[in-house]
């Protein structure tokens, strides 16, 4: 006997109000008795950490194991509801020889179903010769289904898959299971109405004042340092801007605007000289007691040994000179990126990172520093002043997939609100409403060099909540999202195929959890 799944229609991954529909097929080489033919659709989130060690050691009876079933349908494709009427009292039925088909058909909903209590087989997890089981969680929340997330082996993971089952009345006899995996992509929350406003992080820098270079070394005259040369150092502030709420977006490029402005009077050119991109995605995944970050990065853009710049030698105080976008706008978030998520013991948020290097002086000239006496380097050499200021940001990542009409007008009617526009916020180049008070100038001072940071949190206006559930959006009655589907990938952990041997979910596969 061999059973396998086979969907109508494949997709890269499958989103929030879906359809699958396919076929569990069963291959008989002989008569073979069953009890039943169920086909599942589930989703579960499975955390594993270790306690700290103590003293050197650590105990390995100090792992904990967390199992939440986000996700679980079930169908049953034989004995049809007919076949039990003509046969109300069989609890068994012979299948001749020859390939069978039930078709079956599910929809994906918008949050997650926590079950309270898993049963022994979910709960169970075999990592190496230790067989491991999990306690029941009395902590859930109620959310938008999670993205598909692996890349964690032995420690984090959500999988989405479907199981058929072939039930057999004798106790001698093994079911009969086969599992396909599937990426899963969530359809993203009604996004705010366009606006003006932006939020921000912003540094302020001093630079150090330009010294001479010194005077070589004669037999008599003592080798002279440097003096202090030329205009003021410039004193410059560095904004990086996002539009407010701040989201971005899969596959597509950052919307992000990099300012600097003079805030003292100099007739130097700021110059960019390098510029660093990168986005941190934070995991925080708990297992009862237990506790842990950690912390992907994906690098958009990195550019050094540059010399652009950036306004001229009339540039007023407080003009903004924003940089290039073309560096970075032609750039899109890589397809690995999973959008942000929480769920009961998983949650994924983001940080946009942004360094820019920058230095002074004037065209083919730009201004040195003289290097300590005890620097690692030859004393008394001269080196072009670099200052590296570091941009964080708080960002959401949503999965691109826009709700379709229907099924805002179902949210708003569900929350009593008007109808949500589905463009994010796209006026960037408006001044920001929500900054902070413009700074007042300040005075050259003798210190060498001075920073500050400023940083105005985007406004609330993502929403916290998970949107209206399965059957209050009426999702039964909505049609699937038909739109374009952007490339998802994550790190494969789940082979496909049947397991009639052993009776686990995934047989003989290299991964920890079974």
């Excluded at 049963?119 to 990592?127: G, Q, R």
């Excluded at 890349?151 to 959500?158: D, K, L, Q, R, S």
């Excluded at 805030?263 to 110059?271: A, G, P, Q, R, Y």
């Excluded at 229907?406 to 006026?427: C, E, M, S, T």
Aim: hydrophobic share 35%; proline share 11%; aromatic share 8%.
């Amino acid at each position: 006997m061999a059973v396998h799944i086979q969907l109508d229609r494949p997709h890269a991954y499958f989103t929030n109000l879906d359809i699958i529909t396919g076929k569990a097929i069963l291959t008989i080489f002989g008569e073979e008795t069953i009890s039943a033919i169920n086909v599942k659709l589930e989703s579960e989130s499975r955390t594993r950490l270790a306690a700290p060690s103590q003293g050197g050691r650590r105990d390995k009876a100090q792992t904990e194991l967390e199992v939440h079933k986000l996700l679980y349908k079930v169908q049953t494709v034989f004995p049809s509801a007919e076949l039990l009427q003509q046969n109300p009292n069989n609890s068994s039925f012979t299948l001749p020889p020859g390939k069978h088909e039930y078709s079956f058909e599910f929809k994906i909903p918008f949050n997650n179903a926590c079950s309270p209590n898993n049963s022994m087989f979910t709960n169970l997890n075999v990592s190496g010769a230790r067989m491991e089981i999990a306690r029941d969680s009395n902590s859930h929340v109620k959310k938008t289904l999670p993205p598909t997330l692996t890349g964690y082996p032995g420690e984090a993971e959500i999988r989405y898959f479907l199981k058929a089952t072939v039930q057999r009345p004798a106790f001698y006899k093994e079911n009969f299971r086969v599992t396909v995996p599937f990426k899963f992509l969530p359809i993203e929350p009604p996004r705010s109405a366009p606006n003006k406003r932006e939020s921000y992080a912003r540094r302020q820098h001093q630079f150090a004042p330009y010294m001479h270079p010194p005077q070589k070394q004669y037999i008599i005259r003592k080798q002279s340092t440097g003096s202090v040369q030329g205009p003021s150092p410039p004193i410059i502030s560095v904004d990086g801007r996002l539009p407010d709420p701040a989201i971005l977006t899969c596959n597509e490029p950052i919307p992000l605007r990099v300012l600097i402005k003079k805030l003292n009077d100099t007739s130097e050119i700021i110059f960019l000289r390098l510029l660093q991109i990168q986005l941190i995605g934070y995991t925080k995944i708990r297992a009862h007691e237990l506790e842990r970050e950690e912390a992907s990065v994906w690098v958009i853009v990195s550019q050094a040994q540059l010399n652009i710049p950036l306004g001229n030698s009339n540039t007023p105080i407080e003009k903004d000179m924003e940089i290039d976008k073309k560096m970075w706008n032609t750039v899109s978030l890589p397809n690995s990126v999973p959008p942000s998520f929480e769920t009961c013991n998983l949650s994924r948020n983001y940080v946009l990172e942004v360094k820019v290097g920058l230095s002074f002086g004037s065209p083919g000239n730009i201004k040195v520093i003289q290097l300590p006496q005890k620097c690692f380097f030859r004393a008394n050499t001269v080196q072009p002043e670099l200052s590296a200021q570091t941009l964080r940001m708080p960002a959401q990542v949503y999965s691109g997939i826009t709700p379709s009409p229907a099924l805002l007008a179902a949210f708003a009617k569900r929350a009593g609100q008007p109808d949500i526009g589905l463009k994010p916020p796209r006026n960037s180049e408006d001044r920001p409403i929500n900054s902070l008070a413009s700074p007042s100038r300040v005075a050259p001072s003798s210190r060498p060099t001075s920073t500050s940071t400023a940083f105005a949190a985007p406004s609330m206006d993502i929403p916290n909540d998970a949107p209206p559930s399965y059957e209050d959006a009426m999702a039964e009655e909505l049609a699937p999202v038909d739109g374009p589907r952007r490339e998802y990938h994550q790190p494969q952990a789940v082979p496909t195929g049947s397991d009639s041997k052993k009776g686990g979910l995934f047989g003989n596969s290299d991964r920890l959890f079974p």
